[in-house]
């Protein structure tokens, strides 16, 4: 396994979801079963519920978890639609709930999934097997839904440049490979040169809009707020839920939720807030954030922030 491979805060991960306790724990967010593995390694007494919506990491999962045997369920789904995954088990409330959020290195490293801008393959992104794909976003959405999504889930303040050389390029040829947008993106990025920061800083000029497009194509911010609020309703009393986000606007969701949670009702007539409506503890004042060794092996965890809260 190399050092890419290994999940993202795995220890402090572990640690807050106090899988050492055992009971029910659920990763919502399975991959390659790296974080799974670790919550199964804490305790013989732990048994794990674990979710993905890629059936290509399910199956790769399950070979890496059967020497747990029979400590292992595996389900195929959204994690929008927990409580519904999770009912039919027939199972007590689960004493942790884990989503490290985002794409898993099988996908980004495989060019035929279309994730990477690095690697040729069909313009897809799909991390589940149905909806419409990247290149359907992008041959099809009007200009300025373009914008705004490379703006809004990209962070890329070139957006309107950009939206307009997709949509007149489109007009020669249907976008279908990830090359040909990455293309595209070159173009527009070369007219203005990025200043400032040393090379290795600067990340490639593609990554905020393959970045944005594989957010919509996914529609990960809206599967969010449903399954923060459904974990908090499952989980047992002193039970855990931790999250991992690698976006802004992601940790911005879990934070305030995971505020107001933890704040409870507010009176309406005197504005003060009804402590016993609290739903949650907040464990995390600050989140919690790679080491600079943690970077160094894996890029990809640079922009990681786990948050966790207890349930009362
Ligand atoms: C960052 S990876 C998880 C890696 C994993 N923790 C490990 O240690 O290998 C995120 C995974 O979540 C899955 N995923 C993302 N959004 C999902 C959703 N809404 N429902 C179910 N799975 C989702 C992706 O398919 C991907 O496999």
Partial sequence: MDAEH?????????????AERGGIFVDCTLGLGGHAEAILAASPA??????DRDPEALALAAQRLAPFGARVRLLSGNFADL??????????????????LGVSSLQLDR?????????????????????????????????EDLE????????????????????????REAFSTTQQLADTVARVKRRRPVKGGRPSERIDPATR?????????????????KLLDEAIQLLSQDGRLVVISYH???????????????????????????????????????????????????????SARLRAARRL
């Fill in 46 to 51: 732990v048994q794990l519920v674990g979710i």
């Fill in 209 to 225: 809009v393959f970045q944005a497009l594989r957010i919509e194509v996914n529609q990960e911010l809206a599967a969010l707020p």
């Fill in 148 to 171: 705004r999504i490379i703006r809004e889930l990209g962070e890329d303040w070139d957006a309107r440049r950009l939206a307009r050389a997709i949509v007149a390029d489109r007009q």
């Fill in 111 to 143: 060019g035929e999934r279309g994730f990477s801008f690095r690697r040729p393959g069909p313009l897809d992104m799909r991390m589940g097997p149905d909806g419409p794909s990247a290149a359907d976003v992008v041959n099809q959405y009007p200009e």
């Fill in 248 to 302: 802004s606007l992601e940790d911005r969701i879990v934070k305030n939720t995971l505020r107001d949670l933890a704040r409870g009702k507010v009176d309406p007539i005197t504005g003060r807030a009804q402590w016993e409506t609290q739903l949650i503890e907040v464990l995390t004042k600050h989140p919690v954030r790679p080491s600079p060794a943690e970077v160094a092996i894996n890029p990809r965890s640079r």
């Fill in 6 to 18: 290994i999940p993202v805060l795995r220890k402090d991960a572990v640690e807050l979801l106090a």
């Fill in 83 to 100: 409580a519904a995954l999770y009912a039919p088990l027939g199972l007590p409330a689960p004493a942790g709930v884990l989503a490290d």
